[in-house]
């Protein structure tokens, strides 16, 4: 007897039908989980994966000669899913894309209905549009359906194919000139050029010696005699006080010993800290770098997850917060009328205030959309603490806080300025502050602003300030502990970290909140720079780069002209400047310059240098080259022997037996460590080589040891 053949079930993606009227199409699989469950049987939700068409990458794919007209092709790796979305196209009565709110969620539901009108001319496709996921703005997001903007498209588009002509135009001038591999970008050249010129003025830095004078005091009797406050030399004869060497402050001090201290004035005035706006994108990328730690690239990760929903328990798949790339501090009224409600039952009628706080937006903000906020207050951290992961949940907590401070009066501190003076000559002064009420700070803290400090000696000349002070009078005589002088030296300016980078280039202009994490992962990747400690640092690669661009391509790595750039994309956002025209101004200086660089530009290719060190392979000398990620050792016969290895520094390994030697290597973000060369089979790694006899401290970047075998 003949068994029967089996039935091969057809894949998901030879589907013929959709299965229900309705084709709902979002970027990714956790928000079409999330939204699935909003809409019911009549609905259902796919995944673009991301952008389903793009520029190819084997070529630049723009006509230059024919207005920059682009040359889409479906994108490799979503060519299966795009077989599939058609199929299901085919079949329902209405599509419907949810891409994000912003230019590139637009792009997507251009493209995507550029695909399904090849098939069918007359398929409609409904573009949907809302800021969080959850189910009363979904619902009502798709009562309202819109048609695709156009101009949010022309945007998109405008900048894709700009940053792709600079970058095809560019790089191949750098794998000439410089190395094979490099890249060149219109934004990330001149966010890696603030790193290089931050790093040139720590070099150039002199720091200049200075003094200052702290007298120890205390009331002359009395029970409060035991309370000992600093106060600080701030006048000389009405002048403000220049301490330049350690015998001109012996001096003072030994004068000043013999004087009487007499409180001369006490200020107290009432200071109300207002809070501050709910997150933007910007803002939130520097607060969880400052306050937790996160880099940019991972707090927006984390957020992401956020918004396109986290699985609570029996309550299902929700998003907690709103759509995390904004630029705008608007909040939506029924949003500011759930945290009245809390904060009244939580904190006290006393802590809202009697209008909802009303923040401005930066110049050019997309007003329509919201800041970063909670979905629902109600959704404390501790209600969601069992749901989420610790990272998850630390940033989750800062929106919440954030928001929830955003909505409440100021904090009220009463500040004391106490001015004694010693002797006729030499003022001092002390500082003292107290809360006098909470106000915001009830649920956020205080606030902790991630200031750049400059080489000026302000901060260390203030006077300090004192948490608890005496009890004190005017025309009081104080008692003399002791005088303390310190010696101090200017400091150069900080180097960039994601906080402190993300905040000057959202001053000057420069990206977008969709941008500021993929600029600096970009060149952190690209070995521009890396990170040692928090900071980012330049490498010998980074600032040829930049050198060689700005001989020859001063205009694009202006501050000025990259963000009049910006203005000019935001411009054809909004309808006021055609695409074209805003490409053609832009490539006409531009390719100007191009031709010139292909015949000016020099090479500046280090040569290999001989090194004693022989190949493990075929016995002939070792060179040390330069490739993307630094120096390495490479063997003389090449091509015939491709043996390379790391650069030595001198140092073996500590493990017992071992025999290895620590060479730099690069983990995750880009950060340099040094690990084991006998590797997997030891796993010894450092973050710093050890010290030398006689230095101060480790060699932090590993070239003074290995640049000369």
């Not at 699989?29 to 939204?35: G, M, V």
């Not at 937006?361 to 501790?382: C, F, M, N, W, Y």
């Amino acid at each position: 007897m003949t068994k029967p053949k089996k039935v091969r079930k057809a894949p998901k993606t030879q589907a013929r039908d959709c299965p229900a009227k309705n084709l709902v199409i979002v970027e990714s699989p956790a928000k079409a989980k999330t939204i699935n469950k909003f809409l019911g049987k009549d609905f259902l939700v796919e995944a673009s994966m991301g952008h389903v068409r793009d520029l190819p990458k084997s070529r630049m794919g723009v006509d230059l000669e024919h207005d920059f007209a682009p040359e889409y092709i479906i994108i490799r790796k979503a060519s299966k899913n795009v077989k599939h979305l058609k199929k299901m196209a085919e079949g329902a009565s209405a599509v419907y894309v949810a891409s994000d709110p912003d230019r590139e969620g637009e792009a997507i539901s251009w493209h995507l209905a550029h695909i399904f009108h090849e098939a069918d001319s007359e398929k409609k496709v409904h573009r949907v549009e809302f800021h969080e996921i959850t189910k009363d703005a979904v619902l009502k997001a798709f009562q309202h359906p819109r048609a695709i903007d156009v101009h949010l498209v022309d945007a998109q588009q405008a900048r894709r194919i700009l940053d792709r002509v600079v970058g095809y135009q560019l790089s191949p001038l750098l794998w000439k000139n410089v190395g094979r591999g490099l890249s060149a970008g219109r934004v990330q050249s001149v966010a890696l050029r603030f790193v290089v010129d931050r790093e040139r003025e720590i070099r150039k830095f002199v720091p200049l010696e200075y003094w200052t004078l702290d007298a120890r005091l205390s009331v002359a009797e009395g029970p409060e005699a035991e309370k000992i406050f600093l106060s600080r030399l701030v006048r000389i004869n009405k002048e403000k006080p220049e301490l330049k060497s350690g015998e001109e402050t012996e001096r003072i001090k030994q004068e000043l010993g013999q004087l009487p201290f007499r409180i001369t004035a006490i200020e107290k005035t009432e200071k109300r800290r207002r809070p501050q706006a709910p997150y933007t994108t910007s803002k939130l990328q520097q607060e969880a770098y400052s306050r937790i730690g996160f880099s940019a690239a991972n707090t927006m990760r984390i957020a992401q997850r956020l918004y396109e929903g986290v699985e609570l328990g029996e309550e299902g798949s929700v998003g907690l917060i709103t759509y995390m790339r904004t630029d705008s501090v608007n909040i939506a009224t029924s949003a500011q009328k759930e945290a009245a409600e809390y904060i009244r039952g939580q904190f006290g009628k006393e802590y809202f205030p009697e209008e909802p706080p009303v923040y401005k937006s930066r110049k050019g903000a997309q007003e329509a959309h919201e800041a970063i906020r909670p979905t629902s207050v109600l959704r404390t951290p501790d209600s969601v603490r069992n749901f989420l992961e610790p990272d998850v949940l630390k940033l989750y907590e800062l929106i919440w806080r954030k928001f929830l401070a955003s909505q409440m009066v100021p904090a009220i501190d009463e500040h004391i300025v106490i001015s004694i003076q010693a002797g006729e000559p030499y003022g001092f002064r002390t500082t003292g502050k107290r809360n006098i009420f909470p106000g915001f700070t009830a649920a956020f803290g205080e606030i902790r602003t991630e200031v750049d400090k400059d080489n000026s000696k302000e901060s260390e000349e203030e006077a300090p300030e004192v948490e608890e002070l005496p009890d004190l009078k005017e025309g009081q005589i104080l008692k003399l502990h002791e005088i303390v002088g310190e010696q101090h030296f200017t400091k150069p300016p900080p180097r960039f970290n994601d906080a402190s980078l993300i905040r000057t280039l959202e001053e000057q202009g420069i990206g977008r909140p969709s941008t500021y994490a993929p600029t600096i992962s970009t060149i952190l990747d690209r070995n521009y720079a890396e990170r040692k400690g928090g900071a980012l640092m330049p490498t010998e690669l980074g600032e040829t780069v930049i050198d060689i661009l700005v001989q020859h391509f001063p205009k694009i790595l202006e501050t000025e002209f990259t963000a009049l750039m910006e203005e000019e994309l935001d411009e054809i956002e909004e309808g006021k400047l055609p695409w074209v025209k805003v490409l053609k101004d832009f490539y006409g200086p531009f390719g100007e310059l191009l031709e010139k660089a292909k015949t000016e530009m020099k090479s500046v290719k280090p040569e290999p240098i001989p090194t004693e060190y022989k190949c493990d392979l075929c016995g002939k000398q070792l060179m040390i080259k330069f490739g993307r990620f630094g120096k390495f050792l490479a063997c003389s016969g090449f091509p015939d022997c491709k043996y390379t290895r790391s650069l030595p520094t001198g140092f073996f390994c500590p493990e017992p037996g071992c025999g290895g030697e620590l060479v730099k290597r690069r983990g995750k973000g880009r950060r340099s460590f040094y690990g084991c060369s006998n590797y997997p089979k030891c796993t010894h790694v450092e973050n710093a080589l050890p010290k030398k006899e006689g230095e101060a401290g480790a060699s932090g970047d590993g070239n003074s040891a290995s640049d000369a075998p």
